[in-house]
């Protein structure tokens, strides 16, 4: 089993920056692929940051690009989502989320197998 707490969501203006955090605990955190997702009101759960199965490289869908950065402190066992220039649209609950490498994909929300409870983020214009 693997628990994750999330911390550090708010409400900021737009072009506002906060940090997310995500404290893993449980099984060894190092072997665990870690991603971000969000939900707004009325949509579906989206990716939004992962890191590949290897921890080499880092995804992001289209809309974070070059705003948003996932890291990793395996020694804290926390991932971190910085999130920069902040819009009204990226308003949503925020979750970590972990899976197994070998399994799935780091884009797919059915590909994790657990998630924390989440974090508001509000971006006010």
């Known amino acids: 089993q693997v628990q994750l707490v999330e911390s550090g969501g708010g409400v900021v203006q737009a072009g506002g920056s906060l940090r997310l955090s995500c404290l893993a605990s449980?099984?060894?955190?190092?072997?665990?692929?870690m991603g971000w997702f969000r939900q707004a009101p009325g949509k579906e759960r989206e990716f939004v940051a992962a890191f590949s199965w290897n921890g080499d490289s880092t995804y992001y869908t289209d809309s974070v690009k070059g705003r948003f950065t996932i890291s990793r402190d395996n020694a804290k066992t926390t991932v971190y989502l910085l999130m920069n220039s902040l819009r009204p649209e990226d308003t949503a609950v925020y979750y970590c989320?972990?899976?197994?490498?070998?399994?799935?994909?780091?884009?797919?929300?059915?590909?994790?197998?657990?998630w924390g409870q989440g974090t508001q983020v509000t971006v006010s214009s």
């Open positions: 989320a972990a899976r197994a490498p070998g399994t799935g994909s780091s884009w797919n929300v059915d590909s994790y197998d657990y």
């Open positions: 449980g099984r060894i955190f190092s072997r665990y692929v």
